[in-house]
């Protein structure tokens, strides 16, 4: 069965950094679109970066653009995303979806990892 587990969060101080992996199975990672999402309590699940299924091609919501940086490693079946510069207002589960390039049906979460910014 395909399983996404994320790994590396945690907590660090204002403008610290992180690396958040995404590791995949059961499924043919290089033919699906990867994304980053966090969510806090009592809020939607907010979609943070998105990288194209090749790896050329990547989006960031407004608010991380030029802090994160997501990448992925096809032949590891990895993903990843660096958190510069982190601030209290990052804080939050970070869950890693894979959604197939062409069948969207096909559509998986991982449990999520913690990101906690304070101080």
């Known amino acids: 069965q395909v399983q996404l587990v994320e790994s590396g969060g945690g907590l660090v101080q204002p403008g610290g950094s992180l690396r958040l992996s995404c590791a995949a199975s059961g499924l043919t990672f290089s033919n699906y679109v990867m994304s980053w999402y966090r969510q806090v309590p009592g809020k939607e699940r907010e979609l943070v970066a998105t990288?194209?299924?090749?790896?050329?091609?990547?989006n960031y919501v407004d608010s991380v653009k030029g802090r994160f940086t997501i990448s992925r490693d096809n032949a590891k079946r990895t993903m990843y995303l660096q958190m510069n510069r982190l601030k209290p207002e990052d804080t939050a589960v970070y869950y890693c979806?894979?959604?197939?390039?062409?069948?969207?049906?096909?559509?998986?979460w991982g449990q999520g990892t913690q990101v906690t910014v304070s101080s």
């Open positions: 990288i194209a299924s090749a790896g050329d091609s990547t």
């Open positions: 979806n894979a959604q197939h390039r062409r069948f969207k049906e096909y559509d998986y």
